[in-house]
Nanobody
Framework: QVQLVESGGGLVQAGDSLRLSCASTGHRPSRTPMGWFRQAPGKEREFVALVSADGQSTRYAKALQDRFTISRDNAKDMVYLQMNGLQPEDTAVYYC???????????????WGQGTQVTVSS
């Protein structure tokens, strides 16, 4: 049974930072690319960031690449998303996901966490 569990969300003020974590059980994220997505109320789920299995390659949503950083610790089976300079428009549920492919396409991801809420007040 594969489970991805996100943590680290919360209520912050504009300009603050958060680090989201994604823990995996029953699955070895060190063997697969991992991504972060987010979904704001009333909006489609959107790609945020992606890291390759070895951590050497990353991709970001263009609008977020200057503020967000994805990383992974394969020894701990953990994936992280560092978010700086948060703005109210970053308010969303953030999901981590595992894919066999290095892709930003959500439909290509096989496993998803339950999500963690990030709320940014102005």
């Amino acid at each position: 049974q594969v489970q991805l569990v996100e943590s680290g969300g919360g209520l912050v003020q504009a300009g603050d930072s958060l680090r989201l974590s994604c823990a995996s059980t029953g699955h070895r994220p060190s063997r697969t690319p991992m991504g972060w997505f987010r979904q704001a109320p009333g909006k489609e789920r959107e790609f945020v960031a992606l890291v390759s299995a070895d951590g050497q390659s990353t991709r970001y949503a263009k609008a977020l690449q200057d503020r967000f950083t994805i990383s992974r610790d394969n020894a701990k089976d953990m994936v992280y998303l560092q978010m700086n300079g948060l703005q109210p428009e970053d308010t969303a549920v953030y999901y981590c996901a595992a894919s066999r492919l290095f892709t930003i396409v959500a439909a290509s991801y096989d496993y998803w966490g339950q999500g963690t809420q990030v709320t940014v007040s102005s």
